[in-house]
């Protein structure tokens, strides 16, 4: 408890999330996968394939206010996160890049199952 105590900014502590822009759209099909049987449920009607642009933007300028130490960790998971393709990225860096304090570091990162 010390420890957690002395990383806290303000009482507010450090945390990781792992964005999942690609959904339960993921195609590699994994034979344990519990995540892509939910497409049906999650992707249907109007849904959009992936995370859309709104969505994108608003984790991004969220998550970088919300952390308060000198190092924002971007983590990309699955499902497939490539999925998404290179525009995607692009526009998550440079959204990244506009929002983020000058004393922070990003670090990103991406996260798949091959
Ligand atoms: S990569 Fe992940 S999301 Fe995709 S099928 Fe495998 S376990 Fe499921």
């Given at each position: 408890?010390?420890?957690?105590?002395?990383?806290?900014?303000?009482?507010?502590?450090?945390?990781?999330?792992?964005?999942?822009?690609?959904?339960p759209?993921?195609?590699?099909?994994?034979?344990?996968?519990?995540?892509?049987?939910?497409?049906?449920?999650?992707?249907?009607?109007?849904?959009?394939?992936?995370?859309?642009?709104?969505?994108?933007e608003?984790?991004?300028?969220?998550?970088?206010?919300?952390?308060?130490?000198?190092?924002?960790?971007?983590a990309?998971?699955?499902?497939?996160?490539?999925?998404?393709?290179?525009?995607?990225?692009?526009?998550?860096?440079?959204?990244?890049?506009?929002?983020?304090?000058?004393?922070?570091?990003?670090?990103?990162?991406?996260?798949?199952?091959?």
């Amino acid at each position: 408890m010390e420890l957690l105590k002395d990383r806290g900014v303000n009482g507010v502590f450090p945390f990781h999330v792992l964005a999942k822009p690609a959904g339960p759209r993921c195609n590699l099909r994994c034979a344990y996968c519990f995540y892509v049987e939910k497409e049906e449920e999650l992707c249907s009607g109007d849904a959009p394939a992936f995370m859309s642009d709104a969505t994108l933007e608003r984790f991004v300028q969220d998550y970088i206010a919300s952390q308060p130490g000198s190092e924002v960790p971007f983590a990309w998971q699955g499902g497939e996160p490539t999925l998404c393709g290179i525009d995607f990225f692009e526009k998550a860096f440079e959204l990244q890049r506009r929002t983020r304090r000058e004393s922070t570091s990003l670090t990103p990162s991406r996260q798949t199952a091959y």
